[in-house]
């Protein structure tokens, strides 16, 4: 608590003063928690100080509290970008972020519990800096560092302002940031150590380290790649759920599953049922493996039943035998941007609406992809291919304009169908019978066809690795896709 207070008084976040007589004073409170590494050991036990933000008052504590926040995506767009390059990318943690964020308006605070003036317990601090729980904190913060950046050379991203770049000659350093946790990397060791000094000097930096955990993936970089991965994760949610000793599958999801609604079921603890769902959802970041069964026993948490239960459990138990499971990314030259569109027709017992799934690549590096039940009912199997195509686009037009910020212009970007007729709706620029009622937002996939944003390319059936988003598969072809989305199981020998 004492060092809390410490890092007040050197930021110099604020002064006491008389309390005004116009103006409210928020509370403040104290917040506890261990901080731990990739491994689960404590390293760091932390006290915090908090404003009771949720007091405020929008108009009188505050006005504008949007902070710009690094998608996933983007991490991973930027990771395969420094394994194309052959970057090694560093992290650091910004000490007390929120306490060096310059604050705008005038908020006023009591004094800390337990660590009030004796003599002058009427006084209150008036902040000169943000604090934490402060609604505004988070965009002052950014506000500060993004104009300190700036100011310093680089240059904010165009599409996406948590990504920075500075070039110098033929070498670049690349910045992305989330919150107070930065990542960066530079195609040569001087911008690097340039860059951790000019931080270090402004900021007060409490870590600087090639990365190896970060927004919980844990990252190895090696002299062949970068590899992406959650088993810390993995292993916590087994032994919170008490699965540590189950037996395992070989597949996320069986090919004869009947996953319905169930209503003659035996019902099960909701509030088990939905933790199992929201574990699992965070953990796809780095398993597209299970994305599609995952979100298939998602739609089941307003009264999941037994059979429900049970084949998330089958889930769990292929993750036991699949712990160390990840993706790849290679160092190499290929960074071309392609992407994979399926969809199954009226898989969902519910509505019998049908599945889109979607999968993104930049050179071989799969770094995007989805598996989401359509909005709308497809009344063949060539409509619902359609709608997942126009889904797929957006993504793939989102990933453009955000790698423009890497300096790249794409043109004709592939994406690879198994569905002819989807291709033939497309291409076709007139509305008929059979096109007439689909919804009018999905049609934007002509115009990005004929503008030569995209292009829409045949795939045989078994090449589809899409596939692995909107059905299950046996075995012997889901390993087959696994392989070609560039996931790994390593063994202990990979990384030597």
Known sequence: MQEELSEFKRNNVWDLVPRPSNHRVIGTRWVFRNKLDDMGTVVRNKARLVAKGYSQIEGLDYDETYAPVARLEAIRIFLAYAAHKNIIVHQMDVKSAFLQGDLQETIY????????ELSRPNH???LNKAVHDLKQSPRAWYETLSTFLVSSGYRRGVIDPTFFIRSNQNHIMIIQVYVDNIIFGSTNQAMVDEFAKVMTDKFHMSMNREINFFLGLQIKQTKRGIFIHQEKYTNELLKKFSLENCSTAKVPISTNHKISADPEGEQVDHKLYRGMIGSLLYLTASRPDIMFSTCLCARYQAAPKMSHLTAVKQIFKYLKGTKAMGLWYPIGDNFKLQAFTDSDHA????????????CQFLGGRLVSWSSKKQNCVALSSAEAEYVAASTCCSQVLWMKTQLMDYGYRFLHVPIYCDSKSAIAISHNPIQHSMTKHIDLRYHFIKDQILEGNIELY??????QVAHVFTKALDSTKFNNFLDKLGMLNPDSDFFR
């Open 124 to 126: 209150v601090y008036r």
């Open 347 to 358: 898989g969902c017992k519910l509505d019998r609406k049908s599945t889109s799934g979607g």
């Open 458 to 463: 045949l795939i045989p059936t078994d090449e």
């Open 109 to 116: 605070l009591q004094q800390p519990s337990g660590f009030e």
